[in-house]
């Protein structure tokens, strides 16, 4: 489907094959109002499909696709942010449903909290509360001890250590080689930290590559047989050093490279000239992408992504996640569908909604109501000349049927309402809409509202909302009393 051909989702027409003389409207209700007109014409004549246009993107095939969710892990990064492991299994078990096939659980040699939640979701998938060929992905520095850590929950739970998949990441961009790995790396290599800046930057380059190498072979040695590898900060990385980090990391015994956006600089562009350079580089293994949205485009990033060599992209649910987020899930899905009529197979659109009002319960973030697809208002209209064409056919002000998120139209009426959708309340509550009565209702609405927006002051929910945002996260206030107290307490 992804050669422009009309989607099957468009809202139903009339098939093109009739040209019989022009129909009217449907049959008058018993109110005198019309039901949406019915298109005499196909929808893609009348207004021209959204995936007509000319691209050198080559997608995989859909069914190769893979959705990598980043939410309990990278998302839950977002500042001030916190889930409990049973508010994250239960994420893991609606993202099972919804469909995703991989799911970064995070750090198990970080904290009991991390391993606990590896414990609760491989203890799901065994009872098959998680689908069993959903991929777990455990997040670990180059380290042998970070991989030993995440063996050792999975030896606590009598798990074979090859039921999850490692994920082993450093860094790329010398940047990040030298300044903030320097001295790890010089203290694995016997060299004194006196050293660490007058060092050239091809001398951390190859630490960097050995550490990681190594770090994956001994994963191997311990019983690990998918393992995930990849660079911080690949988009500001030489991207030939991107290139030999995958093909030594293939060669050290790893499965899938990894090439992450960690600051969200990429350009669509860029994107179209690294990614299949990247990809050559180990061209049998799938790669993932990993886009931050720091200036707006980690949907548009993945997307371009997946057509120029990717098979495997991150997302994370409503695009939480550190500064601006993650590529938002539902971004990318949305623009693969409605643009390129790429449907990952099995995936449920329709409870994307559903989720995302989960996580904000889970979170306490809230998503914008203009959020595209999931926020309050996409399928809501209030001024008078889109609810009038809304009311003739909903194609004519949404390129989206509201159905295939799990939604419907809904109507908010206010000063910019016109006659037709009061009438349109009217008989929905069973009143008969006589004209006298619209103008009179309509003249109302508007001066409620009106004498509401001169009633109102926001100051104290716009106070209150950031005040919720600002003590999501402790302040230093309360870290310094912390320190405080403790020293207090060992006198």
């Given at each position: 489907m992804a050669d422009g051909s009309p989607h099957p989702r468009f809202y139903p027409t009339k098939s093109s094959t009739s040209r019989g003389p022009l129909k009217k409207a449907r049959p008058p209700d018993e109110w005198g109002g019309e039901q949406p007109v019915e298109l005499q014409e196909p929808l893609e004549e009348l207004a021209r499909d959204p995936k007509r246009f000319a691209h050198d993107l080559v997608f995989p095939p859909e069914d190769r696709i893979r959705v990598y969710d980043d939410t309990l892990r990278d998302g839950e990064q977002m500042p001030g942010v916190a889930i409990t492991p049973k508010d994250k299994y239960e994420l893991a078990r609606m993202l099972s449903d919804i469909g995703v096939h991989v799911m970064d659980v995070g750090f198990p040699a970080v904290s009991e909290s991390e391993r606990e939640t590896l414990r609760l979701v491989l203890e799901g998938r065994k009872r098959g509360e998680i689908r069993a060929d959903l991929e777990v992905v455990c997040m670990m520095r180059s380290t042998p001890s970070d991989i030993d850590a995440t063996m050792r929950v999975i030896d606590s739970l009598g798990y074979k250590r090859d039921e999850v998949t490692y994920f082993i990441f450093t860094s790329a961009s010398d940047l990040h080689v030298k300044y903030k790995l320097g001295k790890t790396l010089l203290h694995r290599e016997g060299i004194p930290e006196s050293e660490w800046l007058e060092l050239p930057v091809w001398f951390y380059r190859a630490a960097n590559l050995r550490m990681m190498c190594d770090a994956i072979r001994y994963a191997r040695q311990q019983g690990a047989t998918s393992i995930e590898f990849g660079g911080e900060d690949g988009s500001?990385?030489?991207?030939?050093?991107?290139?030999?980090?995958?093909?030594?990391?293939?060669?050290?015994?790893?499965?899938?490279p990894s090439t992450p956006d960690t600051v969200g600089c990429y350009s669509p562009f860029a994107v179209r000239e690294y990614i299949p350079r990247i990809k050559a580089a180990a061209p049998d293994a799938p790669l993932v992408v990993h886009f931050h949205n720091d200036l707006g485009l980690g949907a548009w990033n993945t997307v371009m992504a997946l057509g120029s060599g990717a098979e495997v992209f991150t997302?994370?649910?409503?695009?939480?996640?550190?500064?601006?987020?993650n590529a938002p899930m539902h971004q990318v899905l949305m623009q693969l569908r409605y643009l390129f009529g790429i449907e990952i197979p099995k995936f449920k659109y329709e409870k994307l909604r559903e989720l995302a009002r989960h996580l904000e319960r889970v979170t306490g973030i809230p998503v914008q109501p203009t959020e595209p697809g999931i926020g309050l208002n996409v399928f809501t209209h209030e001024s008078g000349i889109h609810t009038a064409g809304m009311l003739i056919h909903p194609a004519i002000y949404q390129v989206l049927p509201p159905g295939d998120m799990g939604a419907k139209v809904d109507y908010v009426y206010g000063k910019h309402s016109g006659a037709v959708v009061i009438e349109h309340a009217l008989r929905e509550a069973g009143i008969r809409p006589e004209p006298e009565l619209v103008a009179k209702v309509l003249g109302e609405v508007k001066r409620v509202r009106e004498e509401r927006a001169e009633q109102a002051d926001y100051s104290d929910f716009h106070h209150r909302y950031y005040d919720h945002l600002g003590h999501m996260g402790l302040t230093a206030e309360e870290v310094v009393d912390i320190a405080q107290a403790l020293m207090a307490n060992k006198s």
């Open positions: 500001r990385a030489d991207v030939e050093y991107i290139a030999e980090i995958h093909r030594e990391g293939i060669r050290a015994g790893g499965t899938r997302t994370s649910v409503n695009g939480i996640g550190e500064r601006t987020g």
